[in-house]
């Protein structure tokens, strides 16, 4: 059973920047794709970004094109959230999650998941 660990949410003022990672217990990613996707209380689960882990191409929804970056570094088997001028409409559990091919936004396409870590601005 895969399980991926993320970590880096915390609490921020709008504006501020934070980076959020995501690595695979035992060290080494095994996906196809890595994405990353937010929930806030009461409402539904939001694509954020994914990215092919072999090549590194990534793929954004809206909301976060021109503001998050996602990246991975394959030798530690590590993906990144970077995520710029935070907004308190970005406050959200956020999760990463492991596709065995090209999901993208689509969350059914992914097969394991991450606890999330909880990422709150204040304005």
């Known amino acids: 059973q895969v399980q991926l660990i993320e970590s880096g949410g915390r609490s921020v003022q709008a504006g501020d920047s934070l980076s959020l990672s995501c690595v695979e217990s035992?060290?080494?990613?095994?996906?196809?794709?890595m994405g990353w996707f937010r929930q806030a209380p009461g409402k539904e689960r939001e694509f954020v970004a994914a990215?092919?882990?072999?090549?590194?191409?990534?793929l954004y929804s809206i909301t976060a094109q021109g503001r998050f970056t996602i990246s991975r570094d394959k030798t530690k088997g590590t993906g990144y959230l970077q995520m710029n001028n935070l907004q308190p409409e970005d406050t959200a559990k956020y999760f990463c999650?492991?596709?065995?091919?090209?999901?993208?936004?689509?969350?059914?396409?992914?097969?394991?998941w991450g606890q999330g870590t909880q990422v709150t601005v204040s304005s």
């Open positions: 999650a492991s596709s065995p091919v090209w999901s993208g936004g689509y969350w059914r396409g992914y097969e394991s």
């Open positions: 035992g060290g080494t990613f095994s996906g196809y794709g």
């Open positions: 990215i092919m882990w072999d090549n590194g191409n990534p």
